[in-house]
């Protein structure tokens, strides 16, 4: 958000709008609901988080990303407290532990369709309620660029229609209605 301001960058595509930050244009591009990722051995079927965290760790997302920092909030929410075990920045490398079976996993289905093999032994589970959710959104200095901001929000949708839903649907279609793209018209 900064940077934006500084002029460093232009347009940023984020799941921080930036709502504290006045003088932007904001245009929103998808919505989508988090799911647990776990191995496919060795999980009840309707486990709930402190139920998965007396069993195993929790593989997270660290505090430096926007998803961690949205996974911890939501826990903190939920009262549960789960022991800090492993960290990754990167969705890869947050699946790779998961594959190989040291813990669970929050993610996001756009981390999903960006990182995860389809024959990856991992099996996709609804998040148990309440749920949690996240946007992501185009945000540029309000008025600089003209209509640039809401075209390039536009061709997004387009891309992640054409390229992402097709993909997320054949990784995880029992969620399909967990990613849902924002009309640009």
């Not at 799941?15 to 191995?39: C, M, T, W």
């Not at 609804?126 to 003209?146: F, K, N, Y």
Request: hydrophobic share 40%; aromatic share 6%.
């Amino acid at each position: 958000g900064q940077e934006l301001l500084r002029r460093d960058v232009d347009i940023v595509i984020t799941s921080n709008a930036l709502y504290d930050l006045e003088g932007l244009e904001r245009h929103e591009i998808l919505q989508e609901r988090f799911v647990l990722l776990l191995p496919r051995a060795g999980y009840p079927a309707r486990a709930g988080l402190r139920d998965l965290a007396q069993r195993h760790p929790l593989i997270r997302y660290t505090s430096r990303t926007e998803a961690g920092s949205l996974i911890e909030r939501h826990l903190r929410r939920q009262r549960v407290d789960i022991p800090q075990t492993f960290s990754f920045d990167a969705p890869e490398d947050l699946f790779a532990m998961v594959r190989m079976g040291h813990g669970w996993a929050i993610t996001a289905p756009t981390h999903i369709v960006h990182a995860l093999d389809v024959d990856a032994p991992i099996e996709i589970r609804g998040l148990p309620p309440p749920q949690l959710s996240r946007s992501i959104t185009l945000v540029a200095r309000a008025g600089e660029l003209g209509s640039l901001p809401s075209q390039i929000a536009k061709l997004c949708t387009q891309i992640l229609s054409q390229n992402y839903l097709p993909r997320m649907h054949q990784l995880m279609p029992a969620f399909a209605d967990h990613l849902t793209l924002v009309d640009q018209t």
